[in-house]
T-cell receptor, first 119, second 112 residues
């Protein structure tokens, strides 16, 4: 149980292109989903928290107009990297948390990540 | 405020020998603690979690971790390493809103 599907797994595109990444919770409802960025040989950096039916909450230093997040349903959140440039190349990972009244001890379940390469 | 420190960036063990990954945390309240494993170019898989029910937590694949409040530690152990255990391991602390703070990670290498 608690499977999170992330698509696509790899994207290679030209500079200036917008790229959409999907994150789906397959067998549970997720009120909250999270988007992370991971640079090579580094830990995960939280970019934003995506709440179903409301605006995403972005971490300091993350451009909300650059990284558009939509959480249209309890099982789907999307991250769109707008007008991508080479410096946006990275490994993007989403996670989802079970819908529950007690947030602190519910683990996040992670997708397999998306390797984004901008040429 | 909370933080987590993984004391070893790299651990190398022989197959069949014990594995110890060290983690210390800082939290102003009773924390939620997790260990995740990440294989190359993959997402993170939950190994185990501590949520104050028991100080010794058993996880998947033979891993376990012990919560020691007096030492603010949550070290991960496995009695006998397997080749498939080679991966990156993250110690993670969660706040009351469910936001996670990741450690820097420990790279585990298993030699035959």
């Amino acid at each position: 149980g608690a499977v999170v599907s992330q698509h696509p797994s790899r994207v290679i595109c030209k500079s200036g292109t917008s790229v959409k990444i999907e994150c789906r919770s397959l067998d549970f409802q997720a009120t909250t989903m999270f988007w992370y960025r991971q640079f090579p040989k580094q830990s995960l950096m939280l970019m934003a928290t995506s709440n179903e039916g409301s605006k995403a909450t972005y971490e300091q230093g993350v451009e909300k107009d650059k990284f558009l997040i939509n959480h249209a349903s309890l099982t789907l959140s999307t991250l769109t990297v707008t007008s991508a440039h080479p410096e946006d190349s990275s490994f993007y990972i989403c996670s989802a948390r079970l819908k529950t009244g007690l947030n602190s001890n519910q683990p996040q379940h992670f997708g397999d990540g998306t390797r984004l390469s901008i040429l | 405020a909370q933080s987590v420190t993984q004391l070893d960036s790299h651990v190398s063990v022989s197959e069949g020998t014990p594995v110890l990954l060290r983690c210390n945390y800082s939290s102003s309240y009773s924390p939620s603690l997790f260990w995740y494993v990440q294989h190359p170019n993959k997402g993170l898989q939950l190994l185990l979690k501590y949520t104050s029910a028991a100080t010794l937590v058993k996880g998947i694949n033979g891993f376990e971790a012990e919560f020691k409040k007096s030492e603010t530690s949550f070290h991960l152990t496995k009695p006998s390493a397997h080749m498939s255990d080679a991966a990156e391991y993250f110690c993670v602390v969660g706040n009351s809103w469910g936001k996670l703070q990741f450690g820097a990670g420990t790279q585990v290498v298993v030699t035959p």
